[in-house]
C-alpha cells in the first residue's frame, strides 16, 4: 500500500465519520419537514373553516334582517288597518288578530336568529384563534428546520441546538390549539 492510498484511505474514514455525526441533524431536519406539513395543511383547513363559518353567520344575519324586514312591514301594516276604517269591523278586527299572530311569531323567531347568528361569529373568531395558532407554530418549525440546515453547512451543532428549540415552540404553539376552547 502505497502512501497515497493510505492517506485517502484515512481521509475517507474522516468524513464518513463527520457524516454519521450529522446524521441526527439529518433526521431531525426530515421530521420537521413533515411537521412543518402537518401544520400548514391543519392551518389550511383552520382558516377554510373559519371562512365558512364566516359566510354562514352572514348567511344568518341576512336571514335575520330578512324577518326583521317582515316584522316592521307587519307592524307598519297593522298599524295602518287600526286608523283606516273598513266597511266590514269583523274583518278589520281578524285581519288585526292575524297581524298580531304574525309579528308574536316574528319577534320569538327574531330572538332565536340572532342568537345563532351570534353563536356562528363566535365560531368564526373560534377558528380564527386556532388559525394563527397554527400560523405561529408553522413559522417556528420552518425557523427551527432552516437553523438546523445550517448545522450541515458550518458543522457546529449549536445551530442544531437552536433549530430543535424553536422547534419545540413551534410544535408547542400548534398543540396549543387544542387546549383552545
Given at each position: ?23 441526527p ?10 411537521l ?22 352572514t ?12 316584522a ?18 269583523d ?29 356562528t361569529?363566535q ?16 413559522a ?42
Open positions: 500500500m502505497e502512501a497515497n492510498e493510505a492517506q485517502e484511505l484515512q481521509e475517507h474514514a474522516e468524513h464518513g465519520a463527520h457524516e454519521s455525526s450529522l446524521r441533524v439529518a433526521f431531525t431536519m426530515a421530521v420537521l419537514a413533515v412543518v406539513a402537518v401544520t400548514t395543511v391543519l392551518g389550511h383547513r383552520t382558516q377554510t373553516e373559519a371562512v365558512l363559518d364566516q359566510n354562514r353567520a348567511d344568518q344575519w341576512n336571514y335575520y334582517q330578512a324577518h326583521k324586514i317582515r316592521n312591514e307587519t307592524e307598519l301594516a297593522a298599524d295602518l288597518l287600526g286608523v283606516v276604517s273598513i266597511a266590514g269591523k274583518a278589520a278586527a281578524k285581519l288585526a288578530k292575524g297581524y298580531a299572530d304574525h309579528e308574536k311569531k316574528w319577534n320569538d323567531d327574531l330572538k332565536e336568529e340572532q342568537a345563532q347568528a351570534e353563536a361569529e365560531k368564526v373568531e373560534q377558528a380564527e384563534a386556532r388559525a394563527d395558532r397554527f400560523d405561529l407554530g408553522e417556528l418549525l420552518e425557523i427551527g428546520l432552516v437553523i438546523t440546515s445550517v448545522t450541515l453547512l458550518t458543522r457546529s451543532r449549536i445551530y442544531w441546538y437552536l433549530g430543535l428549540v424553536f422547534s419545540v415552540l413551534g410544535v408547542a404553539s400548534a398543540v396549543s390549539v387544542f387546549l383552545l376552547k
